[in-house]
């Protein structure tokens, strides 16, 4: 029974912040990595950010490199995504996903594990 749930996501104006969390219950959320997918009405799922099950090392996609931040508390069984400098392109519903494949992998369908969503949009 893994369940993963995000919070966070609301509405904000070009150049604003805003935080996301993803509560994972069911797993030892050490054992996973996780990442962040974003998917915009009529597109793709699309990469985000990933973290390895120690947090000792992250990877963003270019797009959003510099403006966001993955993080993780594995006491907790949280993950967060600090968004800043937020852009009318990161408008999206963001969805946290976790993976027991070993190597880091940016592919939607090497994550086992998703979150319903939550939706971000940034007004220009």
């Known amino acids: 029974q893994v369940q993963l749930v995000e919070s966070g996501g609301g509405l904000v104006q070009a150049g604003g912040s805003l935080r996301l969390s993803c509560a994972a219950s069911g797993v030892t959320w050490a054992m996973y990595g996780m990442g962040w997918f974003r998917q915009a009405p009529g597109k793709e799922r699309e990469f985000v950010a990933r973290v390895k099950r120690n947090g000792g090392m992250t990877y963003y996609s270019d797009s959003v490199k510099g403006r966001f931040t993955i993080s993780r508390d594995n006491a907790k069984n949280t993950a967060n995504l600090q968004m800043n400098s937020l852009k009318a392109e990161d408008t999206a519903t963001y969805y946290c996903?976790?993976?027991?494949?070993?190597?880091?992998?940016?592919?939607?369908?090497?994550?086992?594990?998703w979150g319903q969503g939550t939706q971000v949009t940034v007004s220009s």
């Open positions: 996903a976790a993976t027991t494949v070993g190597p880091l992998t940016t592919v939607p369908g090497d994550y086992n594990y």
